[in-house]
Every structure is written in C-alpha cells, then in structure tokens.
Nanobody
Framework: VQFVESGGGLVQPGGSLRLSCAASGFNFGNYAMTWFRQAPGKEREWVATVEKAGDTTNYVDFVKGRFFISRDNAKNTVYLQMNNLKPEDTAVYYC?????????????WGQGIQVTVSG
C-alpha cells in the first residue's frame, strides 16, 4: 500500500490549497477516504470523509463551507479543496483509507503533508 500526498505548502490567510492523495496497492473503490489533520501539540482530528462512490461527504463543523472533499476512483485519488484558509488550519494533513469488515476495520494511512497558513 502506498500513498503519494501533494499540494501542501505555505499560504496566506484567506488563500486556497488543494491537497491530493494518490493511492496504490489496494482496491481504492472499496474504501471510504478520509482526511485528518494534526496541529503541533494537539491530537490528530478528523476533517472530512467521502464514501466509496463519492456521493456522500461529511465534514467537521469548523471546515464546513470552506473545505470540500472529493475522489476520482479512476485515478485512485482523493482530494481536499481548502478555501478561505485560517492560521488555525495549520497542521499536517493525512489521508486515510478505511473499510469495515466482519473481522474489524481495515485502514491505511498516508505519510502526511504540511499545510502552513501564515502571512
């Protein structure tokens, strides 16, 4: 299993970034995809989820209306469009693939990508 995350970096408050997470080594279309983030000194927190077919999304309250998660199953890639970024959005962002089986939950994590909002 491998993930290649891209699109992070430094952006000014109010700016936008689009994160990508390209996956390989598993059946991407059978997994829900999620973005988490972890700020310095804080616990990792859930940001958004897109279900297997891409037709259902969910967001944590503090990103609703600013962040948008999507996926392209033909490209085995999940995206996170982040608009109107704030300094408190500064964190390492991780993608995660997961699905529930009879034996329990299976999940795979990306390596993380830094997003810094400062100006």
């Amino acid at each position: 299993v491998q993930f290649v995350e891209s699109g992070g970096g430094l952006v000014q408050p109010g700016g936008s970034l689009r994160l990508s997470c390209a996956a390989s080594g598993f059946n991407f279309g059978n997994y829900a995809m999620t973005w988490f983030r972890q700020a310095p000194g804080k616990e990792r927190e859930w940001v958004a989820t897109v279900e297997k077919a891409g037709d259902t999304t969910n967001y944590v309250d503090f990103v609703k209306g600013r962040f948008f998660i999507s996926r392209d199953n033909a490209k085995n890639t999940v995206y996170l469009q982040m608009n109107n970024l704030k300094p408190e959005d500064t964190a390492v962002y991780y993608c995660k693939a997961w699905r529930q089986t009879i034996a329990g939950e299976i999940d795979y994590w990306g390596q993380g990508i830094q997003v810094t909002v400062s100006g």
